[in-house]
Nanobody
Framework: QVRLVESGGGLVQAGGSLRLSCAASGRTFNRYVMAWFRQVPGKEREFVARIFWSDGSTRYADSAKGRFTISRDNAKNTVYLQMNSLKPEDTAVYYC?????????????WGQGTQVTVSS
């Protein structure tokens, strides 16, 4: 059973930084894609960034480019989202997600989420 546990959320002022962590367990993830999504109440969950565990290739939403960095630590089975130059509009619950690296675009595995609040 895949288990994803996020941590690192909190309250930060605009312009500040946070690093989110996603500890993954339950199987070998070298053929998996790990991603971060975020959701604001009343809105759909939106993609933020993803990384292929096998080769570290990444992709970002336009809103995250240049400010956020996704990375992984193979030894710790942990994925990170370093968020810099945070804006109030980054306020959301951030979720870690995982799927295998096949053609299916759906992420079947999700963490419980961690709240990020950016004050102006």
């Amino acid at each position: 059973q895949v288990r994803l546990v996020e941590s690192g959320g909190g309250l930060v002022q605009a312009g500040g930084s946070l690093r989110l962590s996603c500890a993954a367990s339950g199987r070998t993830f070298n053929r998996y894609v790990m991603a971060w999504f975020r959701q604001v109440p009343g809105k759909e969950r939106e993609f933020v960034a993803r990384i292929f565990w096998s080769d570290g290739s990444t992709r970002y939403a336009d809103s995250a480019k240049g400010r956020f960095t996704i990375s992984r630590d193979n030894a710790k089975n942990t994925v990170y989202l370093q968020m810099n130059s945070l804006k109030p509009e980054d306020t959301a619950v951030y979720y870690c997600a995982a799927k295998d690296d096949g053609i299916d675009l759906k992420y079947p595995y999700w963490g419980q989420g961690t709240q990020v609040t950016v004050s102006s």
